[in-house]
């Protein structure tokens, strides 16, 4: 099973455990609902909608209100510790929580106590602290944008906010900055670098670049990271091996936000709602797809 | 050693990493400044501590607080309404390192980019709408998101004002770019 793990900006949103469905733009967990827009409901909305095109279960949610003071995601964190390590979950999803090493560290000993050891996928907060914490090549993927793999090429940076000017990325140094991370141990087994080109990579380097359909206005969008990281992970919890599920994931999603036509002020709802279409015409393009951007 | 275990991943037991890296210094212009913000800051539950300055920055005063880095934003905001500012706020493992400076713009015609670190802001240039706040990590941006998206640039909250991690303190740092960019 698959769960994902994430906070909701709503100061007063309960610690809750449960299925997570999708009613139009709302995911509802244990009665509850939360409008998607961006962040973790956008991650569970696009997970949901690509696990339903594949028939798969609804995904687990563990959620949590917090805007930034930090206390819905130390409430969830401890509560991860007491229970992760008595669960079955096949892959888990870390995303929207309020960076905190020691924390990070006590989820990671709760997970190895597991008895089969999960898929750990990381983005936004999570994924800094688990950089921040030194302990990133226990993950097995994360999904930075381009600001944040400079972060994690800075061996000495704490936070994106203070990456170092030098390592401060222009696009055409996403190769560079993806040997850098791995060069010093910031890297998990396979990146996933969204940008204007996706690009997955692993320790031995740049495996697939994605760059069509090209919709430049994708990185305005509030979301559209998010997404990315929901549709690989439900790709992932299917069964596909981690490098294909990225490159399909980077062509679903760039399909998706093609379909909806966007422009900076598109909302990534519209663009979720894309995703199933997109999904089965990548399904049937697969073959010539991985041809198209294996690197030779 | 039961059998199981002897599938489990082989995970260090010890971190390679001190767990003060998402900790922060502040220095203070005296000792007595410092005396007030903990006093302050231990009073609204914060986790700090009082401690000797590294060497990289010894200037003077002998003290300095060490803090949450990620929620730098609110707790400068606090210091600064109880009228003990610090003079810097830098990380504890390389307090050298200075917040970014560099922007990235994008023109997409109708509409205006400005990235600061891993925090972009995008509004329509005849409106001056906020349209549109992608990137980063930590809680408080869809919550940043959801207060300012939607809203002239003008009449939308501060950054500073409503958020409250170092995210928001790289979004402050865009939405001040674009109000340069934007003003007449």
Redesign the interface.
């Known amino acids: 099973m698959l769960a994902i793990v994430g906070t909701v900006p709503h100061k007063h949103f309960p610690l809750i455990g449960g299925k997570v469905i999708l009613e139009d733009n709302d995911i509802c967990i244990q009665g509850k609902r939360v409008s998607v827009n961006r962040g973790t409901p956008a991650l569970l909305a696009a997970a949901i909608k690509t696990g339903e095109a594949l028939g798969q279960p609804p995904p687990f949610g563990y959620l949590v209100g917090d805007i930034g003071l930090g206390h819905g995601s130390r409430y969830l964190y401890e509560y991860l510790t007491h229970h992760l390590g008595e669960s079955g979950f096949h892959t888990i999803t870390f995303h929207y929580l309020q960076p905190d090493v020691d924390w990070h560290n006590r989820v990671l000993f709760a997970i190895e106590e597991m008895a089969r050891r999960p898929i750990l996928i990381a983005d936004a907060g999570f994924m800094y602290a688990a950089k921040m914490s030194g302990q990133a090549q226990l993950y097995d993927l994360f999904t930075p944008d381009a600001g944040e793999l400079a972060f994690m090429a800075d061996e000495t940076a704490p936070h994106p906010f203070y990456t170092r000017g030098f390592i401060l990325h222009d696009e055409n140094q996403v190769p560079d900055l993806i040997a850098r991370a791995y060069n010093y141990n910031n890297a998990p087994r396979y990146l996933l670098v969204k940008g204007k080109r996706d690009y997955v990579a692993n320790q031995q380097g740049i495996l697939a670049t994605i760059d069509r359909p090209m919709e430049e206005t994708l990185e305005a969008i509030g979301g559209t990271g998010d997404t990315l990281t929901g549709i690989v992970t439900a790709l992932i919890e299917a069964g596909m091996e981690i490098k294909k599920s990225a490159i399909m994931a980077a062509c679903v999603n760039r399909l998706a936000g093609y379909y909806a036509k966007p422009s900076p002020a598109t909302q990534v709802r519209e663009i979720i709602r894309h995703i199933p279409e997109a999904l089965e015409e990548i399904l049937e393009k697969r073959e010539e797809i991985h041809k198209q951007n294996a690197v030779q | 050693m039961g059998f199981?275990d002897f599938?489990?991943?082989k995970?260090p037991k010890a971190?390679?990493?001190s767990?003060s890296?998402?900790r922060g210094i502040m220095v203070f212009e005296n000792t007595s400044e410092v005396i007030r913000a903990e006093t302050l800051l231990k009073e609204e539950g914060w986790k700090i501590r009082v401690m000797g300055p590294p060497p990289e920055i010894r200037s003077g005063c002998d003290l300095v607080i060490e803090f949450?880095?990620?929620?730098e934003l609110?707790i400068l905001r606090t210091l600064q309404k109880a009228g003990v500012p610090p003079k810097k706020m830098v990380?504890v493992?390389?307090p050298l390192?200075?917040?970014?400076?560099?922007f990235h713009i994008?023109d997409?015609g109708?509409?205006l980019?400005v990235?600061a670190?891993?925090m972009?802001l995008?509004v329509?240039k005849e409106t001056l709408t906020i349209?549109?706040?992608?990137?980063?990590?930590?809680?408080?941006?869809?919550?940043?998101?959801?207060e300012m998206?939607g809203k002239p640039l003008g009449e939308a909250p501060a950054p500073r004002e409503i958020?409250?991690?170092?995210?928001?303190?790289?979004l402050q740092l865009a939405y001040e770019e674009m109000k340069r960019r934007c003003s007449p």
């Not at chain 2, 949450?68 to 929620?71: A, C, K, Q």
């Not at chain 2, 349209?131 to 959801?146: E, H, K, T």
């Not at chain 2, 958020?163 to 790289?170: D, E, N, P, R, V």
Request: glycine share 8%; net charge positive; hydrophobic share 35%.
């Open positions: 199981l599938f489990k991943p995970w971190f390679q990493r767990q890296w998402d949450p880095l990620i929620e609110k990380p493992n390389s390192l200075q917040p970014v400076d560099l994008k997409f109708q509409y980019m990235r670190a891993n972009k995008t329509h349209v549109n706040i992608s990137g980063g990590g930590c809680p408080d941006v869809p919550y940043l998101a959801q998206v958020g409250h991690t170092l995210c928001g303190y790289a």
